[in-house]
Antibody
Framework: EVQLEESGGGLVRPGGSLTLSCAASGFTVSGYTIYWVRQDVGRGLEWVAS????????DYADSVRGRFTISRDNARNSVHLQMNSLRADDSATFFCARHFRAPSGSLHYYFMDVWGIGTTVTVSS | DIQMTQSPSSLSASVGDRVTITCRASQSISTYLNWYQQKPGKAPKVLIYAASRLQSGVPSRFSGSGSGTYFTLTISSLQPEDFATYYCQQSYSLPMYTFGQGTKLEIK
């Protein structure tokens, strides 16, 4: 079965650091772009970061650029999100998701077809 | 950034009803529009991609339409398991996916 499972969430003080992991099973992460998406009550669903299948293309939302780092570990079939200088407004449930490309003639359409169950990050003193 | 706006924010309906949720993009996104369903404590699940294409395994009572800046998700006959929150998502300006704020579908 194709699955993703996040881990590493928890309670951290403002200014602190945390590293989230996303472990894949049933497929190889090196064949897909993987996204981190977070969700909280105030902002809804927000794209955070993404890493391409080759690792050559990495992108971040403006709200986390310079503080978060996404990486992949192909040997462990996983993706990680290192989060530094955490703020209260980073509190959210973090999901990792697989980026799927659906061909349609000469076009391609993209969506997130496999998601983990999420891990919760709480930034509070 | 492309902004996605859904309406209504919440909706009460009964089993068997036909319901429609709308999503507007701040600029044209062609048909690069996806719809997700999310139940409490669960991850989002894709229902529709490319504005109108049904994802494998999704019941045919779900349908999507639209292009450019205006899109709709319709559930033809609500079932008890359909009460959830629905999100639209644009995939036009990758990697920066943006989502609508969600529509919570509740039992009347």
């Amino acid at each position: 079965e194709v699955q993703l499972e996040e881990s590493g969430g928890g309670l951290v003080r403002p200014g602190g650091s945390l590293t989230l992991s996303c472990a894949a099973s049933g497929f190889t992460v090196s064949g897909y772009t993987i996204y981190w998406v977070r969700q909280d009550v105030g902002r809804g669903l927000e794209w955070v970061a993404s890493i391409s299948s080759s690792g050559a293309y990495i992108d971040y939302a403006d709200s986390v650029r310079g503080r978060f780092t996404i990486s992949r570990d192909n040997a462990r079939n996983s993706v990680h999100l290192q989060m530094n200088s955490l703020r209260a407004d980073d509190s959210a449930t973090f999901f990792c998701a697989r980026h799927f490309r659906a061909p349609s003639g000469s076009l391609h359409y993209y969506f997130m077809d496999v998601w983990g169950i999420g891990t919760t990050v709480t930034v509070s003193s | 950034d492309i902004q996605m706006t859904q309406s209504p924010s919440s909706l009460s309906a009964s089993v068997g009803d036909r319901v429609t949720i709308t999503c507007r993009a701040s600029q044209s996104i062609s048909t690069y529009l996806n719809w997700y369903q999310q139940k409490p404590g669960k991850a989002p699940k894709v229902l529709i991609y490319a504005a109108s294409r049904l994802q494998s395994g999704v019941p045919s009572r779900f349908s999507g339409s639209g292009s450019g800046t205006y899109f709709t998700l319709t559930i033809s006959s609500l079932q008890p398991e359909d009460f959830a929150t629905y999100y639209c998502q644009q995939s036009y300006s990758l990697p920066m996916y943006t989502f609508g704020q969600g529509t919570k579908l509740e039992i009347k």
